[in-house]
Protein backbone atom coordinates (compact mmCIF):
# COMPACT_ATOMS: atom_id res chain seq x y z
CA UNK A 1 0.00 0.00 0.00
CA UNK A 2 2.89 2.61 0.74
CA UNK A 3 4.78 1.62 -2.24
CA UNK A 4 1.83 2.11 -4.62
CA UNK A 5 1.57 5.35 -2.29
CA UNK A 6 5.02 6.42 -3.27
CA UNK A 7 3.82 5.32 -6.74
CA UNK A 8 0.87 8.04 -6.66
CA UNK A 9 3.05 10.79 -5.72
CA UNK A 10 4.79 10.65 -8.71
CA UNK A 11 2.21 11.04 -10.73
CA UNK A 12 2.03 14.55 -10.83
CA UNK A 13 -1.85 14.53 -11.66
CA UNK A 14 -2.78 12.35 -9.11
CA UNK A 15 -0.23 14.09 -6.60
CA UNK A 16 -1.80 17.09 -7.07
CA UNK A 17 -5.95 15.77 -6.77
CA UNK A 18 -4.15 14.29 -3.51
CA UNK A 19 -2.81 17.13 -2.26
CA UNK A 20 -5.92 19.53 -2.68
CA UNK A 21 -8.18 16.97 -1.38
CA UNK A 22 -6.07 17.80 1.80
CA UNK A 23 -5.58 21.16 1.84
CA UNK A 24 -9.49 21.24 1.67
CA UNK A 25 -10.08 19.19 4.78
CA UNK A 26 -7.36 21.50 6.31
CA UNK A 27 -10.33 23.93 5.60
CA UNK A 28 -13.14 22.03 6.27
CA UNK A 29 -11.54 21.15 9.98
CA UNK A 30 -10.88 25.07 10.42
CA UNK A 31 -13.69 25.86 9.75
CA UNK A 32 -15.20 23.90 12.26
CA UNK A 33 -13.60 25.51 14.93
CA UNK A 34 -14.44 29.00 13.83
CA UNK A 35 -17.24 30.45 16.09
CA UNK A 36 -20.34 32.12 14.30
CA UNK A 37 -20.45 35.75 14.87
CA UNK A 38 -23.22 36.66 17.33
CA UNK A 39 -23.79 33.43 19.51
CA UNK A 40 -22.14 33.66 23.02
CA UNK A 41 -20.25 30.50 22.65
CA UNK A 42 -19.70 30.09 26.54
CA UNK A 43 -23.40 30.25 27.39
CA UNK A 44 -23.69 27.86 24.45
CA UNK A 45 -21.62 25.36 25.42
CA UNK A 46 -23.06 25.83 28.91
CA UNK A 47 -26.53 24.88 27.78
CA UNK A 48 -24.99 22.04 25.49
CA UNK A 49 -23.81 20.16 28.35
CA UNK A 50 -27.32 20.73 30.63
CA UNK A 51 -28.88 18.97 27.96
CA UNK A 52 -29.43 15.31 27.33
CA UNK A 53 -27.75 15.12 23.79
CA UNK A 54 -31.24 13.40 22.81
CA UNK A 55 -31.21 13.16 19.37
CA UNK A 56 -27.68 15.11 18.45
CA UNK A 57 -25.02 12.82 18.71
CA UNK A 58 -25.21 11.58 15.37
CA UNK A 59 -26.26 14.97 14.18
CA UNK A 60 -23.07 16.15 15.88
CA UNK A 61 -20.84 13.49 14.40
CA UNK A 62 -21.29 14.25 10.71
CA UNK A 63 -20.81 18.06 11.52
CA UNK A 64 -17.35 17.23 12.93
CA UNK A 65 -18.43 18.75 16.78
CA UNK A 66 -19.11 22.32 14.52
CA UNK A 67 -22.54 21.91 16.28
CA UNK A 68 -21.31 21.71 19.28
CA UNK A 69 -18.63 24.27 19.34
CA UNK A 70 -21.54 26.49 17.08
CA UNK A 71 -19.03 27.00 14.48
CA UNK A 72 -19.83 29.10 10.85
CA UNK A 73 -20.10 25.21 9.82
CA UNK A 74 -22.41 24.23 12.67
CA UNK A 75 -25.16 23.27 9.89
CA UNK A 76 -22.66 21.77 7.66
CA UNK A 77 -23.97 19.97 4.01
CA UNK A 78 -27.10 18.58 5.94
CA UNK A 79 -28.95 20.92 3.66
CA UNK A 80 -27.54 20.07 0.77
CA UNK A 81 -27.80 16.35 1.42
CA UNK A 82 -31.71 16.82 2.04
CA UNK A 83 -31.93 18.74 -0.82
CA UNK A 84 -30.47 16.17 -3.39
CA UNK A 85 -32.76 13.38 -1.76
CA UNK A 86 -35.66 15.38 -2.67
CA UNK A 87 -34.62 16.38 -5.96
CA UNK A 88 -34.30 12.54 -6.74
CA UNK A 89 -37.84 12.42 -5.36
CA UNK A 90 -39.01 15.21 -7.63
CA UNK A 91 -37.32 13.96 -10.74
CA UNK A 92 -39.60 10.81 -9.88
CA UNK A 93 -42.51 12.46 -9.53
CA UNK A 94 -42.34 15.47 -12.52
CA UNK A 95 -41.71 14.48 -15.61
CA UNK A 96 -39.79 17.92 -17.00
CA UNK A 97 -37.05 16.82 -14.26
CA UNK A 98 -36.89 13.05 -15.22
CA UNK A 99 -36.84 14.12 -18.87
CA UNK A 100 -34.31 17.14 -18.06
CA UNK A 101 -32.02 14.27 -16.26
CA UNK A 102 -32.27 11.84 -19.49
CA UNK A 103 -30.46 14.75 -21.47
CA UNK A 104 -27.16 13.81 -20.40
CA UNK A 105 -24.53 16.20 -19.37
CA UNK A 106 -26.24 19.57 -20.09
CA UNK A 107 -29.64 18.16 -17.95
CA UNK A 108 -27.86 16.95 -14.93
CA UNK A 109 -25.82 20.49 -14.50
CA UNK A 110 -29.25 22.20 -14.37
CA UNK A 111 -30.31 19.45 -11.85
CA UNK A 112 -27.35 20.05 -9.73
CA UNK A 113 -27.94 23.85 -10.52
CA UNK A 114 -31.48 23.65 -9.06
CA UNK A 115 -30.04 21.43 -6.09
CA UNK A 116 -27.83 24.33 -5.29
CA UNK A 117 -30.25 26.91 -5.18
CA UNK A 118 -32.41 24.59 -3.45
CA UNK A 119 -29.56 23.98 -0.48
CA UNK A 120 -29.55 27.59 0.13
CA UNK A 121 -33.00 27.76 0.61
CA UNK A 122 -32.62 25.02 3.67
CA UNK A 123 -29.68 26.60 4.60
CA UNK A 124 -31.53 29.70 5.04
CA UNK A 125 -34.72 28.11 6.66
CA UNK A 126 -32.78 26.29 8.98
CA UNK A 127 -30.88 28.92 10.36
CA UNK A 128 -33.33 30.83 10.95
CA UNK A 129 -35.23 28.33 12.88
CA UNK A 130 -31.92 27.45 15.08
CA UNK A 131 -31.53 31.09 15.62
CA UNK A 132 -35.52 32.05 16.71
CA UNK A 133 -34.45 29.28 19.07
CA UNK A 134 -30.62 30.64 20.34
CA UNK A 135 -32.68 34.05 20.68
CA UNK A 136 -35.64 33.07 23.02
CA UNK A 137 -33.08 30.75 25.01
CA UNK A 138 -30.68 33.59 25.41
CA UNK A 139 -28.00 32.38 23.50
CA UNK A 140 -27.11 35.20 21.61
CA UNK A 141 -24.77 37.92 22.55
CA UNK A 142 -26.86 40.44 22.14
CA UNK A 143 -31.16 40.58 21.36
CA UNK A 144 -30.90 42.90 18.43
CA UNK A 145 -31.96 42.52 14.54
CA UNK A 146 -28.12 42.97 13.60
CA UNK A 147 -27.08 40.15 15.82
CA UNK A 148 -30.09 37.76 14.42
CA UNK A 149 -29.12 38.67 10.95
CA UNK A 150 -25.70 38.41 11.18
CA UNK A 151 -26.00 34.71 12.77
CA UNK A 152 -28.56 33.89 10.32
CA UNK A 153 -26.39 35.03 7.29
CA UNK A 154 -22.95 32.87 9.16
CA UNK A 155 -24.54 29.69 9.60
CA UNK A 156 -26.37 29.88 5.57
CA UNK A 157 -22.87 31.49 3.98
CA UNK A 158 -21.02 28.37 5.96
CA UNK A 159 -23.35 25.86 4.37
CA UNK A 160 -22.77 26.93 1.22
CA UNK A 161 -19.24 27.36 1.19
CA UNK A 162 -19.33 23.35 2.63
CA UNK A 163 -21.57 22.55 -0.39
CA UNK A 164 -18.66 24.80 -2.53
CA UNK A 165 -16.04 23.03 -1.30
CA UNK A 166 -17.32 19.15 -1.88
CA UNK A 167 -18.39 20.29 -5.54
CA UNK A 168 -14.69 21.04 -5.54
CA UNK A 169 -13.09 18.02 -4.61
CA UNK A 170 -15.16 16.06 -7.19
CA UNK A 171 -13.83 18.18 -9.76
CA UNK A 172 -10.11 18.58 -8.50
CA UNK A 173 -9.23 16.04 -5.74
CA UNK A 174 -10.16 12.37 -5.12
CA UNK A 175 -13.23 11.02 -4.75
CA UNK A 176 -16.82 12.04 -4.47
CA UNK A 177 -16.57 15.93 -2.19
CA UNK A 178 -19.54 15.54 0.07
CA UNK A 179 -19.46 11.88 1.08
CA UNK A 180 -15.57 13.12 2.02
CA UNK A 181 -16.64 16.06 3.74
CA UNK A 182 -18.86 13.90 5.54
CA UNK A 183 -16.18 11.15 6.37
CA UNK A 184 -13.61 13.92 7.42
CA UNK A 185 -16.43 15.35 9.99
CA UNK A 186 -17.20 11.81 11.66
CA UNK A 187 -13.44 10.83 11.45
CA UNK A 188 -12.64 14.17 13.90
CA UNK A 189 -15.08 13.03 16.48
CA UNK A 190 -13.47 9.02 16.82
CA UNK A 191 -10.14 10.26 19.07
CA UNK A 192 -12.75 12.09 21.52
CA UNK A 193 -15.37 9.06 21.29
CA UNK A 194 -11.85 6.31 21.75
CA UNK A 195 -11.25 8.86 24.91
CA UNK A 196 -14.54 8.42 26.44
CA UNK A 197 -14.38 4.64 26.23
CA UNK A 198 -11.03 4.48 27.95
CA UNK A 199 -12.09 6.66 30.38
CA UNK A 200 -15.33 4.60 30.98
CA UNK A 201 -14.56 1.36 30.40
CA UNK A 202 -10.27 0.77 30.76
CA UNK A 203 -8.60 3.83 32.75
CA UNK A 204 -10.31 2.78 36.10
CA UNK A 205 -9.83 -0.49 36.11
CA UNK A 206 -7.85 -3.24 37.09
CA UNK A 207 -5.57 -4.32 34.12
CA UNK A 208 -6.76 -7.66 33.45
CA UNK A 209 -10.26 -6.45 33.10
CA UNK A 210 -8.80 -2.97 31.35
CA UNK A 211 -7.27 -5.54 29.17
CA UNK A 212 -10.56 -7.56 28.66
CA UNK A 213 -12.39 -4.67 28.34
CA UNK A 214 -10.31 -3.25 25.50
CA UNK A 215 -10.08 -6.35 23.64
CA UNK A 216 -13.90 -6.67 23.39
CA UNK A 217 -14.27 -3.19 22.39
CA UNK A 218 -11.80 -3.76 19.40
CA UNK A 219 -12.92 -6.79 18.56
CA UNK A 220 -16.97 -5.58 18.20
CA UNK A 221 -15.27 -2.38 15.93
CA UNK A 222 -13.30 -4.51 13.91
CA UNK A 223 -16.14 -6.85 13.47
CA UNK A 224 -18.63 -4.54 12.32
CA UNK A 225 -16.32 -2.47 9.76
CA UNK A 226 -15.67 -6.30 8.75
CA UNK A 227 -19.30 -6.80 8.07
CA UNK A 228 -20.10 -3.31 6.48
CA UNK A 229 -17.31 -4.24 4.25
CA UNK A 230 -19.27 -7.32 3.39
CA UNK A 231 -22.36 -5.99 3.25
CA UNK A 232 -21.47 -2.88 0.76
CA UNK A 233 -19.30 -5.22 -1.47
CA UNK A 234 -22.00 -8.13 -1.97
CA UNK A 235 -23.98 -8.37 -4.75
CA UNK A 236 -26.29 -10.69 -6.39
CA UNK A 237 -25.75 -11.35 -10.26
CA UNK A 238 -28.62 -12.02 -12.69
CA UNK A 239 -27.09 -13.98 -15.85
CA UNK A 240 -28.20 -12.31 -19.47
CA UNK A 241 -27.23 -13.62 -22.42
CA UNK A 242 -27.52 -11.93 -25.64
CA UNK A 243 -28.61 -13.24 -29.02
CA UNK A 244 -26.55 -13.67 -32.06
CA UNK A 245 -27.00 -11.50 -35.00
CA UNK A 246 -26.54 -11.69 -38.67
CA UNK A 247 -24.91 -8.05 -39.95
CA UNK A 248 -24.00 -9.14 -43.69
CA UNK A 249 -21.98 -12.45 -43.79
CA UNK A 250 -20.76 -11.79 -40.42
CA UNK A 251 -22.79 -12.95 -36.74
CA UNK A 252 -22.38 -10.37 -34.05
CA UNK A 253 -23.35 -10.37 -30.17
CA UNK A 254 -23.94 -13.92 -28.12
CA UNK A 255 -21.93 -12.71 -25.84
CA UNK A 256 -22.59 -13.19 -21.68
CA UNK A 257 -23.01 -10.54 -19.12
CA UNK A 258 -24.72 -10.05 -16.04
CA UNK A 259 -27.11 -7.23 -13.98
CA UNK A 260 -25.25 -7.01 -10.52
CA UNK A 261 -27.68 -6.45 -8.01
CA UNK A 262 -26.03 -4.88 -4.92
CA UNK A 263 -27.35 -6.27 -1.56
CA UNK A 264 -27.18 -3.06 -0.11
CA UNK A 265 -28.73 -0.98 -2.87
CA UNK A 266 -29.49 1.94 -1.13
CA UNK A 267 -26.39 2.42 0.78
CA UNK A 268 -26.97 4.26 4.68
CA UNK A 269 -29.82 6.33 2.88
CA UNK A 270 -32.80 3.87 4.83
CA UNK A 271 -30.76 4.99 7.59
CA UNK A 272 -30.29 8.56 7.79
CA UNK A 273 -33.67 8.76 6.43
CA UNK A 274 -35.23 6.49 9.57
CA UNK A 275 -32.71 8.85 11.94
CA UNK A 276 -33.72 11.86 10.51
CA UNK A 277 -37.51 11.45 11.03
CA UNK A 278 -37.41 10.47 15.04
CA UNK A 279 -34.54 12.72 15.65
CA UNK A 280 -35.79 15.92 14.13
CA UNK A 281 -38.63 16.30 16.41
CA UNK A 282 -36.17 15.79 19.21
CA UNK A 283 -33.55 18.01 18.36
CA UNK A 284 -36.26 20.85 18.00
CA UNK A 285 -37.65 20.48 21.43
CA UNK A 286 -34.37 20.44 22.96
CA UNK A 287 -33.13 23.52 21.34
CA UNK A 288 -36.59 25.01 21.88
CA UNK A 289 -36.44 23.69 25.73
CA UNK A 290 -39.60 21.28 25.75
CA UNK A 291 -39.46 17.82 26.39
CA UNK A 292 -38.69 17.66 29.63
CA UNK A 293 -41.90 17.10 31.48
CA UNK A 294 -44.07 14.14 32.83
CA UNK A 295 -47.12 14.80 29.71
CA UNK A 296 -47.76 11.91 27.20
CA UNK A 297 -45.81 14.41 24.72
CA UNK A 298 -42.59 14.32 26.49
CA UNK A 299 -42.62 10.66 26.85
CA UNK A 300 -42.72 10.29 23.26
CA UNK A 301 -40.25 12.36 22.27
CA UNK A 302 -37.94 10.56 24.89
CA UNK A 303 -39.08 6.55 23.26
CA UNK A 304 -38.13 8.74 19.83
CA UNK A 305 -34.64 9.65 21.49
CA UNK A 306 -31.88 6.71 20.59
CA UNK A 307 -30.29 8.08 24.20
CA UNK A 308 -33.26 5.85 25.60
CA UNK A 309 -32.95 2.96 23.83
CA UNK A 310 -31.67 -0.19 25.31
CA UNK A 311 -31.50 0.65 28.76
CA UNK A 312 -33.11 -1.68 30.87
CA UNK A 313 -34.00 0.66 33.90
CA UNK A 314 -36.94 1.91 31.39
CA UNK A 315 -37.91 -0.52 28.76
CA UNK A 316 -40.61 0.86 27.45
CA UNK A 317 -38.76 3.58 25.64
CA UNK A 318 -37.50 0.82 23.69
CA UNK A 319 -40.18 0.78 21.49
CA UNK A 320 -38.98 3.52 19.78
CA UNK A 321 -36.06 0.94 18.60
CA UNK A 322 -38.74 -1.12 17.18
CA UNK A 323 -40.06 1.84 14.85
CA UNK A 324 -36.79 2.54 14.07
CA UNK A 325 -35.92 -1.07 12.80
CA UNK A 326 -39.20 -0.64 10.77
CA UNK A 327 -38.64 2.60 9.10
CA UNK A 328 -35.02 1.00 7.94
CA UNK A 329 -36.61 -0.78 6.52
CA UNK A 330 -39.75 0.15 4.96
CA UNK A 331 -37.13 3.20 3.54
CA UNK A 332 -34.81 0.84 2.18
CA UNK A 333 -37.86 -0.64 0.21
CA UNK A 334 -38.92 3.02 -0.99
CA UNK A 335 -35.47 3.94 -1.96
CA UNK A 336 -34.73 1.35 -4.26
CA UNK A 337 -37.98 1.77 -5.65
CA UNK A 338 -37.63 4.95 -7.16
CA UNK A 339 -34.03 4.90 -7.41
CA UNK A 340 -33.93 1.18 -9.77
CA UNK A 341 -36.26 0.35 -12.72
CA UNK A 342 -36.98 -3.45 -13.60
CA UNK A 343 -39.21 -2.68 -16.20
CA UNK A 344 -37.22 -0.32 -17.71
CA UNK A 345 -34.42 -2.42 -17.39
CA UNK A 346 -36.45 -5.41 -19.12
CA UNK A 347 -37.39 -3.05 -21.77
CA UNK A 348 -33.90 -2.10 -22.65
CA UNK A 349 -32.66 -5.80 -22.58
CA UNK A 350 -35.82 -6.42 -25.03
CA UNK A 351 -34.94 -3.72 -27.45
CA UNK A 352 -30.91 -5.06 -27.65
CA UNK A 353 -31.42 -9.00 -27.87
CA UNK A 354 -31.15 -9.47 -24.35
CA UNK A 355 -32.42 -12.50 -22.08
CA UNK A 356 -32.14 -13.71 -18.66
CA UNK A 357 -31.85 -17.86 -19.44
CA UNK A 358 -35.25 -19.04 -18.31
CA UNK A 359 -37.35 -16.05 -18.00
CA UNK A 360 -39.25 -14.69 -21.16
CA UNK A 361 -38.52 -11.07 -22.52
CA UNK A 362 -40.75 -8.14 -21.48
CA UNK A 363 -42.69 -8.53 -18.17
CA UNK A 364 -41.33 -11.59 -17.15
CA UNK A 365 -37.98 -10.58 -16.91
CA UNK A 366 -38.98 -7.07 -15.11
CA UNK A 367 -41.29 -9.50 -12.57
CA UNK A 368 -38.55 -11.91 -12.41
CA UNK A 369 -35.94 -8.53 -11.25
CA UNK A 370 -38.82 -7.57 -8.56
CA UNK A 371 -38.75 -11.07 -7.53
CA UNK A 372 -35.35 -10.94 -6.70
CA UNK A 373 -34.94 -7.55 -5.80
CA UNK A 374 -37.64 -8.04 -3.02
CA UNK A 375 -35.37 -10.80 -1.40
CA UNK A 376 -31.86 -8.99 -1.54
CA UNK A 377 -33.48 -5.71 -0.27
CA UNK A 378 -34.71 -7.28 2.43
CA UNK A 379 -31.47 -8.68 2.98
CA UNK A 380 -29.82 -5.36 2.85
CA UNK A 381 -31.65 -3.97 5.07
CA UNK A 382 -31.81 -6.51 7.86
CA UNK A 383 -27.88 -5.68 7.32
CA UNK A 384 -28.33 -2.32 8.02
CA UNK A 385 -30.78 -2.87 11.05
CA UNK A 386 -27.64 -4.88 12.62
CA UNK A 387 -24.83 -2.39 12.10
CA UNK A 388 -27.58 0.69 13.43
CA UNK A 389 -28.57 -1.50 16.42
CA UNK A 390 -25.10 -3.20 17.85
CA UNK A 391 -23.98 0.93 18.91
CA UNK A 392 -27.21 1.49 20.12
CA UNK A 393 -27.12 -1.55 22.53
CA UNK A 394 -24.26 -0.91 23.85
CA UNK A 395 -25.05 3.05 24.35
CA UNK A 396 -28.08 1.86 26.41
CA UNK A 397 -26.95 -1.41 28.25
CA UNK A 398 -23.72 0.09 29.06
CA UNK A 399 -23.98 3.99 28.86
CA UNK A 400 -21.33 3.63 25.83
CA UNK A 401 -21.55 7.72 25.64
CA UNK A 402 -20.21 8.18 21.73
CA UNK A 403 -21.10 9.97 18.99
CA UNK A 404 -19.89 7.29 16.77
CA UNK A 405 -22.13 4.36 15.62
CA UNK A 406 -23.38 2.17 13.17
CA UNK A 407 -24.57 4.84 10.61
CA UNK A 408 -20.89 5.95 10.70
CA UNK A 409 -19.12 2.97 9.89
CA UNK A 410 -21.32 2.28 7.13
CA UNK A 411 -20.57 5.91 5.77
CA UNK A 412 -16.71 5.47 6.40
CA UNK A 413 -16.39 2.09 5.36
CA UNK A 414 -18.66 2.93 1.89
CA UNK A 415 -16.56 6.22 1.26
CA UNK A 416 -13.56 4.47 1.40
CA UNK A 417 -14.00 2.30 -0.34
CA UNK A 418 -15.21 4.01 -3.07
CA UNK A 419 -12.61 6.69 -3.25
CA UNK A 420 -9.99 3.24 -3.36
CA UNK A 421 -11.72 2.22 -6.64
CA UNK A 422 -11.54 5.67 -8.14
CA UNK A 423 -7.86 6.17 -7.03
CA UNK A 424 -7.43 2.35 -8.31
CA UNK A 425 -8.59 3.03 -11.71
CA UNK A 426 -6.67 6.12 -12.32
CA UNK A 427 -3.23 4.45 -11.54
CA UNK A 428 -4.59 1.52 -14.02
CA UNK A 429 -4.79 4.01 -16.24
CA UNK A 430 -0.77 4.84 -15.86
CA UNK A 431 0.20 1.16 -15.73
CA UNK A 432 0.31 1.25 -11.90
CA UNK A 433 -0.96 -1.55 -9.63
CA UNK A 434 -3.97 -0.29 -7.98
CA UNK A 435 -4.77 -0.11 -3.85
CA UNK A 436 -7.08 -2.94 -3.87
CA UNK A 437 -5.06 -5.67 -4.78
CA UNK A 438 -1.89 -4.74 -2.98
Known sequence: MFETLRSAFKVKDIRNRILFTFFMLVVIRIGSELPTPGVDGAVFKEWWESQAK????????????????????????????????????????????????????EGRKKIASITRYLTVVLALVESIAMTVGFYRGNLLTEKSPLTVIMVVTGLTAGSAVLMWIGERITEKGIGNGISIVLVINIISRIPEDMGTLWSQFIANRSIPKGILAGVIILAIIIAMVVFVVILQDA?????????????????????????????????????????????????????????????????????????????????????GLAVYLLLIIAFAYFYTQITFNPLEIADNMKRSGGFIPGIRPGKPTSDYLNQILGYIVFIGAIGLSIVAVVPIFFNGVFKADVSFGGTSIIIIVGVVIETLKQIESQMRVRHYKGFLNE
Open 54 to 105: DGMGFFNAITGGSFNNMAIFALNITPYITSSIIMQLLTIAIPKLEEMQRDGE
Open 235 to 319: ERRIPVQYSKKLQGRKQTGGQSTHIPLKVNTSGVIPVIFAQSLLQTPVIIASIAGKGNGTGIGSKILRGMSQSNWCNPEEPIYSI
